[in-house]
Each structure stands twice: as structure tokens, then as C-alpha cells.
């Protein structure tokens, strides 16, 4: 069982950056196929697919609203992904989530996930 722990949500304005971390922590093998994905819901929509990392590679997958803005990566020795954002738009303002799966799974889609994080808020003001 992975459990995961976010952190690095908070409130900025248009234009600025945040970096989210999530932790995974519980007993898993580090060499099943792991991968992260990071996932949003803004008030009043569906939680959508932000991007994903995989564990073993570092090899990512973006959103097209994430592409060019949006940065995943690891670090396995912390057991830590990241999501770093940049120039961020008051329309990404949502909490943030993220997930761990063994892949190969639909990395889009929240029903391949095992383990989800607690979510954390991220508020951009124009």
C-alpha cells in the first residue's frame, strides 16, 4: 500500500510559480512499474489529468494546457515527485492531487490509480 503526502499548494498571482511535492511512503516495491500523475479539480468541474512521471525513467506526459508551463519530475532517493508550474493562470486555480498506479494503465484516467494524496489548494488571483 503506497500512501502519498502533497504539499506546496498556496496562493499566488498571475504570472507566478509554485512547486507541489507529493511523498510516497508504506510498503511498495520501487520495482513495479511505478508512475505519478497529478490531477485538478477546479470548483464546479471534474478532476482532469494535469501530468505524470514515471518512476523508473523520469519519462513524463502532459496536459495540453500543461505543456511548455508544466513541470514533472522525481527523486528516488526522497521516495518524492514533483509538479513544478509556471506562469500560472487564475484558470489553474484548483486543488491539486496526486497519484501513484503501476502502470501499464490509461495515465488520463483517475481509475487506473491506486493511491491518491490528500490534495492540496492552489489559488492564482489576476
Known amino acids: 500500500q503506497v500512501r502519498l503526502m502533497e504539499s506546496g499548494g498556496g496562493s499566488v498571482q498571475a504570472g507566478g510559480s509554485l512547486r507541489l511535492s507529493c511523498t510516497a511512503s508504506?510498503?511498495?516495491?520501487?520495482?513495479?512499474?511505478?508512475?505519478t500523475g497529478w490531477f485538478r479539480r477546479a470548483p464546479g468541474k471534474e478532476r482532469e489529468f494535469v501530468a505524470s512521471?514515471?518512476?523508473?525513467?523520469?519519462?513524463?506526459y502532459y496536459s495540453t494546457f500543461g505543456e511548455g508551463r508544466f513541470t514533472a519530475s522525481r527523486d528516488n532517493a526522497k521516495n518524492t515527485q514533483y509538479l513544478e508550474m509556471n506562469d500560472l493562470k487564475p484558470e489553474d486555480t484548483a486543488i491539486y492531487y496526486c497519484a501513484a498506479g503501476r502502470t501499464p494503465f490509461t495515465i488520463t484516467e483517475v481509475a487506473g490509480y491506486e493511491s491518491w494524496g490528500q490534495g492540496t489548494q492552489v489559488i492564482v488571483s489576476s
Open positions: 508504506g510498503s511498495f516495491d520501487i520495482n513495479h512499474d511505478w508512475l
Open positions: 512521471v514515471k518512476w523508473s525513467t523520469g519519462g513524463t
